[in-house]
């Protein structure tokens, strides 16, 4: 068995930032690494964007599960695609709040 930490992949609407901050201190407290979306301070380029949401699939990659941040059950475009990605690279998903989602991905487990 490895000691290597447990590697999470926050996924999520850039409209919780503030929450994705406060999953990420929560998992790096319990010895977790996170990796987690870049924070743009402003508006981006669609090009920026598009290099972005490619990277962030990379990170996918690089985590042994995924947890999307979705305060309210939201999940927009983005975060779909995200977690139809993580899926099909059969890492585990679960939700911050899954309620609403079962009927979307099936069962999850509560963050």
Not at 18 to 42: Q, T, Y
Not at 73 to 84: A, F, H, L, M
Not at 101 to 108: E, K, Q, S, V, Y
């Amino acid at each position: 068995m490895s000691d290597r930490p447990e590697i999470v992949c926050i996924c999520g609407s850039a409209r919780f930032v503030e929450e994705m901050r406060a999953v990420n201190r929560g998992l790096a407290f319990e010895g977790i690494i996170v990796v987690a979306p870049v924070e743009a301070d402003g508006l981006i380029t669609d090009e920026q964007k598009k290099a972005l949401g490619a990277l962030h699939l990379r990170r996918i990659d690089l985590a042994d599960r995924v947890l999307v941040v979705n305060p309210g059950g939201y999940i927009g475009e983005s975060t779909s695609r995200e977690v139809d990605y993580a899926h099909a690279a059969g890492k585990p998903v679960s939700f911050t709040f899954e309620e609403e989602l079962r009927m979307t991905w099936g069962p999850a487990t509560r963050a």
